[in-house]
């Protein structure tokens, strides 16, 4: 599980060094002229949490086995790119099915590395960016409406429903603004993501800083963090370049690395945890002799629904869920103590299961 990320930006703005560094691959290449990349890349990366070691020593589990978060880097986008300038519309489709846009924005002076536009502006940057994705949207809804209109004559319910989402869609997009803004019923949400609307997705922008500006970003990425707070949307202070330096180091150097530089985690770390709030995600744990694991699911599941994470079957026959709280687990010193103490409690279908819980579901075969 986990989430899946597309990353998106303007040519030399650092995104396939980010995505580099945050694979610790050099599956995409990352150099200096637009469109290097030219094949979606797909990284899929560990998501760190120290809650997994704790759990792991305390259960004697032989494996640990952490979340997952998928990134997909496409080529730079330029102006144009909706109807086909650059790599145009082949790189645009394939993050029509991510979970959030990570959109880096260059936020560093560099007379090395040249700026598509000939100048430093990550407002304008983002601007063309967003406008790409929304012509990309008007164009791929626009092909629709004649066949869904013919459907819907006919008292296709699934074409009427769909023709109305299509045309709220239509309207906030003609007037400039993203599809993710379009009010919807909880019920509407299943078919309006079928839709696979680029602008539909949340977006959190990754600032690419120089290393001077890592710790305390600087007024290009503030100017973006304002931009994201006004649309709802977060933002994050990253180096793409002192990402690399993280990435090539062994595992027990890099806390020193980062107290060097005045850092108290990496940038993927904070790129994780704001895109967990930005979709609402929890973790949740199941710990045992043979493994402790790591589930993500979304803030207000029920436990029914959680434990279909693992298995449909646990969801189809679900009957309780065996639940001790991460603090009770770990401060008490596991499962038996836990359970002896009181606080492993039996939860049943209508339990919304918080973060950090650490579950046992019981089910019907």
Not at 66 to 87: C, H, Q
Not at 127 to 148: P, Q, Y
Not at 193 to 213: I, W
Not at 325 to 353: F, I, M, N, P
Request: glycine letters at 8%; one cysteine or more.
């Amino acid at each position: 599980m986990g989430f899946k990320c597309g990353i998106v930006g303007l040519p030399n703005v650092g995104k396939s060094t980010l995505f580099n560094a945050l694979t610790q691959t050099a599956a995409a290449q990352a150099a200096n002229y637009p469109f290097c990349t030219i094949e979606p890349n797909v990284g899929e990366i560990a998501v760190p949490d120290p809650r997994l070691e704790k759990l792991a020593a305390l259960a004697k589990s032989a494996e640990i086995i952490p979340t997952r978060i998928s990134f997909v880097d496409i080529a730079g986008l330029v102006k144009g790119a909706s109807k086909g300038e650059g790599l145009g519309n082949q790189f645009l489709a394939t993050i029509r099915e991510v979970d959030a846009i990570v959109h880096v924005v260059r936020c560093f002076e560099d007379n090395d590395v040249t700026h598509v536009e000939g100048k430093i502006d990550p407002i304008a940057d983002i601007e063309t960016i967003e406008t790409e994705l929304m012509l990309a949207d008007l164009d791929s809804l626009e092909k629709r409406v004649d066949g869904l209109e013919k459907k819907a004559k006919g008292n296709d319910k699934e074409a009427k429903e769909t023709l109305d989402l299509i045309t709220r869609s239509l309207a906030l997009l003609r007037e400039g603004k993203p599809a993710r803004l379009v009010e919807r019923k909880p019920e509407e949400e299943k078919l309006f993501h079928s839709l696979g609307l680029l602008t539909s997705a949340p977006v959190l922008y990754a600032c690419n800083v120089d290393e001077a500006s890592a710790a305390t970003g600087n007024d290009f990425s503030r100017k973006v963090e304002e931009r994201a707070k006004a649309e709802g949307a977060v933002s994050v202070v990253i180096s793409a370049k002192i990402e690399s330096e993280i990435a090539m180091l062994p595992a027990s150097e890099r806390a020193d690395y980062l107290e060097a530089i005045g850092l108290t985690e990496t940038g993927l770390d904070r790129l994780i945890r704001a895109g967990y709030a930005l979709l609402h995600l929890v973790t949740y744990f199941t710990a045992g002799p043979k493994e402790t694991r790591a589930w993500t699911i979304t803030k207000g599941t029920k436990a029914p629904q959680a434990a279909g994470v693992i298995h449909s079957d646990f969801e189809r026959g679900f009957i309780r869920a065996e639940t001790i709280a991460y603090d009770d687990y770990v401060s008490l010193g596991g499962e038996a103590q836990a359970r002896d103490a009181g606080k492993l409690r039996l939860e049943g279908k209508d339990y919304v299961v918080a973060d950090g819980d650490v579950m046992h579901f019981r089910f019907a075969t």
